[in-house]
T-cell receptor, first 116, second 111 residues
Framework: GAVVSQHPSWVICKSGTSVKIECRSL??????MFWYRQFPKQSLMLMAT?????????EQGVEKDKFLINHASLTLSTLTVTSAHPEDSSFYIC????????????FGDGTRLSIL | QQQVKQSPQSLIVQKGGISIINCAYE??????FPWYQQFPGKGPALLIA?????SEKKEGRFTISFNKSAKQFSLHIMDSQPGDSATYFC??????????FGTGTSLTVIP
């Protein structure tokens, strides 16, 4: 089945640090990747939609200068949390949809980000 | 505005019992309805999905029932097992567009 790899799985860093999270589609080409944030015991909140070769589309309330998204190839999208602060601590999950636009979305295993 | 409403928030079922989770939607343009299973610290994994041209889909112990006129769909887990204990999310989307997720149901299957 389709596999999406997310790295790192867990990161702890000091306040003010920038953190990059990678999302790779391993066995298919993904035109579109999605980035979600999930708080404990809550649903997935879509942060942005990333299309290969173009600028990401951010959901209302998500700071694009804070959460930088790059989708430079059909198999890789990155989310950089810039100058992270404790309130950015969360579980970040990416998903990918193949180039044919077929559903479903395939999810990575998430990144637990803890900012001290 | 919650595009997809999910209930119950939590569910406790005895081993061997049937777990039922319900979802409702408003947007008639939705044409794809997946269910995802999520274990703690992991990303959601696709369990089963249905399109509105069928009323039921079964895969092993998991069944989706779909009522287009009522704009409702539900997940039935037959012969529930402790290993099924997880959070379940329903979702809905229209082709090529984003997924809208329900609020999740925490299922606990007790031995």
């Amino acid at each position: 089945g389709a596999v999406v790899s997310q790295h790192p799985s867990w990161v702890i860093c000091k306040s003010g640090t920038s953190v990059k999270i990678e999302c790779r589609s391993l066995d298919f080409q993904a035109t579109t990747m999605f980035w979600y944030r999930q708080f404990p015991k809550q649903s997935l909140m879509l942060m942005a939609t990333s299309n290969e070769g173009s600028k990401a589309t951010y959901e209302q309330g998500v700071e694009k200068d804070k959460f930088l998204i790059n989708h430079a190839s059909l198999t890789l999208s990155t989310l950089t949390v810039t100058s992270a602060h404790p309130e950015d601590s969360s579980f970040y999950i990416c998903s990918a949809r193949d180039v044919r636009g077929h559903q479903p979305q395939h999810f990575g295993d998430g990144t637990r980000l803890s900012i001290l | 505005q919650q595009q997809v409403k999910q209930s119950p928030q939590s569910l406790i079922v005895q081993k061997g019992g049937i777990s039922i989770i319900n979802c409702a939607y408003e947007n008639t343009a939705f044409d794809y309805f997946p269910w995802y299973q999520q274990f703690p610290g992991k990303g959601p994994a696709l369990l089963i999905a249905i399109r509105p041209d069928v009323s039921e889909k079964k895969e092993g112990r998991f069944t989706i029932s779909f009522n287009k006129s009522a704009k409702q769909f539900s997940l039935h887990i037959m012969d529930s097992q402790p290993g099924d204990s997880a959070t379940y999310f329903c979702a809905a989307s229209s082709t090529g567009n984003q997924f809208y997720f329900g609020t999740g149901t925490s299922l606990t299957v007790i031995p």
